[in-house]
């Protein structure tokens, strides 16, 4: 097209020599004479142009100025690269060009500036159409890379360019045309790897689709669905692992399992649904080890710390019932070894007839409970001996010199004596002694339950 543009203009040339030329010098050139002034041709008689002439130098005239413009314009496209871009349109404007070369050539100067016309407005038509000729270069190769057309995108990128040198979106468009046949590769590799369920294979092979061509939709989707399967895939195997390590006792493991599948999918049912298990589990661990704890207790009839263990399981499931009977039985245990020990901790309240008879209610009480352990039956032993030394009497000696009233408080009027044996229940005892012209006096005695042998005595031998 270059060459035919360049020989339409020698075509010019040559008719301007040959047509316009002569003419120039027929009306204006003029002979210089040897002594350098100018003198005029040889005189002839003027002959007049005809009519038909002088429209043929005004046509010519017409076209030549219109040869000049569409030469300008042409230019001006070529050095926008329309030959690229301008497709049949250009060619077609070319084509009409050449014809009205022929045509100034062969003198027909009205059809050649009618043609020359025509093909200025082919040019400003051209140029006029350059934004969309590259909005329609551009969607084309959209599409054209959008069916991994490599050959097409980068026909079409061209155009564009041609069109806007430096285009971003055209730039980048040709970038990735250049690797479209190896990220077409990379995209088979993942979908076949995707195909077998190779999740991890296939999410390199997108990534590395991804990372040429950042732009490629493809390899983003299957980036994702890779990721989302790998991902699932995770979370099923964290979830059998929490499962597994839940039925196994595993608790630690089965929390640890949980947690991972939680980082995966934290909104799904089924770790709502382990975590409940995983708290029944944990609590019946702690239920067990607490009723564990209670029975060992229970065997060391260490009641009142069993029964802390079983309310222990009471704060975690309220209606275990082995837990309300076991805290039940070991409180009231541990009450009566309460009462036991404070009995037997101070023996001397037997003394008195309403203790010993409450100790003795709770002994016929002691006697019906189904537990007896040794510690128990050893407290109700002893119990039972200090109730029966409480109401035993003790034969206690009282001596005195003879001459002494001797008396025991709300017990007996012993008169004067010498020596005498009285039997005393356990208890303590005032003991008077009285003479005449002497000192009272008063003695406290303390009967000892199961004592024998214990001597008394009571003398007035102060005078006053």
Known sequence: MVLLATLAVLVSALVFVVWVLPGLLDDKLTTIAPTGEFESPPSTAPVAPSPGQLQQARDKREAERLLRELLTQQAALEAQQAGVWGGGDYEAALERLAEGDVAFADGRFADAAAIFTDVIERFRALEAARPQRLAQALARAAAALADYDSAGARRQFGIALAIEPGHPDATRGLARAETLQQLVSLLEQGAAHEARGDWAAALERYQAAARLDPDAQAAAEGAARSTAALEAARFRTAMS???TAIDGGELEQARAALSRARGLQPDAAEIRDAELRLRAAQQAREIAGHREQARRLEAEERWAEAAEAYQAVLAIDDQAQFARMGRGQARQLAELHAQLDLYLESPERLRSAEPRANA???????????QQGSRLQAKLTQLERLVRLAVTPVAVLIRSDGQTEVSIDRVAKLGRL?????????????VRGTRVGYRDLRLEVDVEPGVTGQVVDVRCDVKI
Do not use: C, F, V, W
């Open 241 to 243: 692992e929490a499962l």
């Open 360 to 370: 003795e209610r709770l002994l016929n009480d002691a006697g019906t409970l189904p």
């Open 418 to 430: 010498t020596e005498q044996q009285i039997a005393l229940l356990p208890g303590s005892y005032r």
